[in-house]
Each structure stands twice: as structure tokens, then as C-alpha cells.
């Protein structure tokens, strides 16, 4: 029997990890166990504990609760945690997702002990080193044994960087294997779609049947801990409900971004946005309820790169509020559009988004069942 050590550290990693778990369980349960380890990089019972329970997830193995900090402060303490972790449990790979700190501490910990790294969601990038999550997302992939990226283009970026594609096995961190595996998430969107609509009470709850609505989410720090781009967000979001007074926007409110207009937007402002009735925040909500509110809305906003692929997913234009994406596919299918934090071309891709009547979807993101091959794969050659 084989043991794997998942590391997770933030919500979206709880979601992603659903997938191989539940691959494990169902198809390799005899032959593959797995240990799965919280660091605590962000846990709270409203953003990550109630995502356990809905998704059926197993509760940690282990949780550091290293808690927010500095980066290097942070990540220190990870890979203190892990490697008195790893020591005990002498796991056969170490298996991590994305792109945060806790992906990196996991890398960095697993390799210098020798332990195979596996690596979803490798080779994304966004060519931004000023994101803390690119580098992480670099440093990791240069570490790891088996590299499983979700997209042709994540392939293309690790073969320009200097991986070989045509490695013979045993693999290794000095001879690792890219693969193109197809997305789990996009396993989890179809396989939780199905819950998803089975226990539909957002709509009546949101007051949201019949009404046509916009789909918001902001959380990233680049966007809430910059005061100018914040404003410039939240004004293009009221010019949008004058322009649509037939549509609501219905935001999902991170508590970063609740802090942030709080502290860095006028008083007057804030109000405007509370009194604006086609506006709806609402506290954060559970995947289950995202999905039902993707599958349902007319158009997606966000900083999120989850949300954009679960856009595609779902066939939902989206306006990305950034000044790049790792999902370059959705953007070159012309279903997605890059505007920054900047009023007017957040407006007017929304504009353009629903503009357009001859949108197409191709399947960019495997089959549905990437975590079965990793599952696999991770079996095969760890």
C-alpha cells in the first residue's frame, strides 16, 4: 500500500483536492492511502470548515494552524510543521496544488527530504512575478517529479523553460514527467453540478428567481489593498446597474474586501453601495451555492481564477479584473475578456461580453476524469 501526503492551505485547495480523494476512494482504495494535511494558511469556520462538511470531505489528518502572516514568516513555518510531519508518516509522494505558500513549503520540504513531488495544476503562468503566486507556482514545478498540468498551453511554458516531454520513467525531480491531464475541476464542476441542483435554495433565499443578475466576486489583494483600483471597481459595478436596471450584481463578499472598503473608501461612497438596490452582497458562500449562482447568471466578474475556468465550465462570459490570466485559452476563444481594475473597460467588457451572440465552448479541460489518471499515474511511478 502507497501513502500520499496532500497538502492543502486554502479553500480553494479543500475543492480541489476533493477530486483525487475521491478518486482514491472509488477506484485505488486498495492500493493508494492518503494523509491530508492543513497547514491552517486560511481557516475559519465560514470560509473553509463548512466546505468539509457540504463536500462530504473527510476532515484533515493533521492541521499546523500556522495561521495569516508574512509571506516568509508564513512559509517558515510550514515547512517546520511538514517536515516533522513527513519524518513520522514517510510518505511515498507529497502531492500539493497551485500556487500558494503552502504549495511552495510543501515542494521546498518534499524535495529537499527527497520525497517525489506531484504537482497540479502545473505550468500555469502569468508572467507577473510581482504575484507572490508565480513565484511560488515556478519554484514548485522546478522541484517536482510529476508535473500535471490541465492545459496544452501549461505543457507549452514548461517546455519553454527547459522540461523535456519525451522523459522515460523512473522519473524524478532530475528526470520528471509533464503530463496534460485534463482539469479536476472540472471533474469537481460536473460531478457537484448534479448536488448543486438537487439542493437549489439560493435563488429563493436571494429573492433571485426570474431576475436576470451578474455574477461578482473580488478578493484579490492586488485589487482590495489598493484603494484606487477598489474605487474603480465598485464604480464601474454601479455604472453597470445603471446600465443594466433590468439585472442585479450579486457579490459573494470576501472578508479581505469587506475590511478593505471599509478602511479605503469614502464614507459617501460606501453608502451609495449599501443604498443601491439592484447591488446585493452577501456573506461568502459554499461551492455548492457558487455553483448554482454561475450556472444561473447571465455574465461572471471576478479576480478569481477558479471562477474564470467554472465560467467556461458553465459557458458564462466573464470579465476578468486583472491585468492578465493564467487561463490564456478562455481569453484567445473570445469568451473572456482582461480589463483590470479600471472603470471604464470593466464597463465596456461587459458591454462586449454580452454583445456577443456567437460564443462557442470547446472542451479545453480533458474529460472529466483527470483525477482517475493522476490517481494512476501517481501509482505507476511514486
Not at 512575478?129 to 508565480?134: R, S
Not at 450584481?249 to 479605503?264: A, D, G, N
Not at 443604498?275 to 471576478?302: D, G, W, Y
Not at 471562477?307 to 462570459?317: D, G, I, V
Amino acid at each position: 500500500m502507497k501513502k500520499i501526503i496532500t497538502i492543502i492551505g486554502a479553500r480553494p485547495q479543500i475543492i480541489k483536492s476533493a477530486a483525487l480523494s475521491r478518486a482514491i476512494k472509488t477506484k485505488y482504495a486498495d492500493r493508494l492511502t492518503e494523509v491530508l494535511v492543513h497547514t491552517g494558511q486560511h481557516y475559519d469556520e465560514q470560509m473553509s470548515e463548512v466546505f468539509f462538511t457540504e463536500l462530504g470531505l473527510s476532515k484533515p489528518d493533521y492541521n499546523l494552524n500556522i495561521g495569516s502572516g508574512l509571506h516568509g514568516a508564513q512559509t517558515a513555518d510550514m515547512i517546520k510543521g511538514l517536515e516533522e510531519l513527513f519524518i513520522k508518516e514517510k510518505p511515498s509522494a507529497i502531492v500539493v496544488y497551485g500556487d500558494t505558500n503552502s504549495t511552495l513549503a510543501g515542494a521546498i520540504t518534499g524535495s529537499k527530504m527527497g520525497i517525489p513531488i506531484v504537482h497540479i495544476e502545473a505550468g500555469l503562468r502569468s508572467f507577473n512575478k510581482t504575484m507572490p503566486e508565480e513565484i511560488n507556482r515556478i519554484m514548485c514545478d522546478h522541484v517536482s517529479t510529476l508535473l500535471f498540468s490541465p492545459t496544452e498551453t501549461g505543457v507549452k511554458h514548461l517546455k519553454d523553460e527547459g522540461f523535456k516531454l519525451d522523459n522515460v520513467g523512473p522519473f524524478n525531480a532530475d528526470n520528471p514527467k509533464v503530463y496534460h491531464s485534463g482539469d479536476i475541476m472540472y471533474d469537481n464542476s460536473l460531478y457537484f453540478s448534479e448536488i448543486a441542483d438537487k439542493n437549489l435554495t439560493t435563488h429563493q433565499e436571494l429573492d433571485l428567481h426570474h431576475k436576470p443578475y451578474f455574477l461578482a466576486t473580488v478578493h484579490r489583494g492586488a485589487n482590495t489593498d489598493n484603494p484606487k483600483k477598489l474605487k474603480a471597481i465598485f464604480e464601474a459595478f454601479l455604472e453597470i446597474t445603471e446600465l443594466y436596471p433590468d439585472h442585479l450584481i450579486v457579490l459573494p463578499l470576501h472578508p479581505r474586501t469587506q475590511k478593505s472598503m471599509e478602511e479605503h473608501l469614502s464614507e459617501e461612497f460606501h453608502q451609495k453601495i449599501k443604498e443601491c438596490e439592484q447591488f446585493k452582497i452577501i456573506p461568502p458562500v459554499s461551492f455548492l451555492t457558487i455553483i448554482a449562482l454561475e450556472k444561473n447568471c447571465q455574465l461572471i466578474i471576478t479576480d478569481s481564477g477558479g471562477l474564470q475556468k467554472e465560467a467556461y465550465f458553465f459557458k458564462k462570459p466573464c470579465v476578468i479584473l486583472r491585468p492578465e490570466t493564467e487561463w490564456v485559452e478562455i481569453v484567445e476563444q473570445g469568451v473572456a475578456v482582461i480589463v483590470d481594475a479600471d472603470t471604464n473597460r470593466i464597463v465596456n467588457g461587459v458591454r462586449a461580453m454580452l454583445d456577443k451572440k456567437d460564443a462557442e465552448y470547446p472542451s479545453l479541460y480533458g474529460d472529466g476524469k483527470a483525477a482517475e489518471f493522476i490517481a494512476g499515474e501517481i501509482l505507476k511511478w511514486c
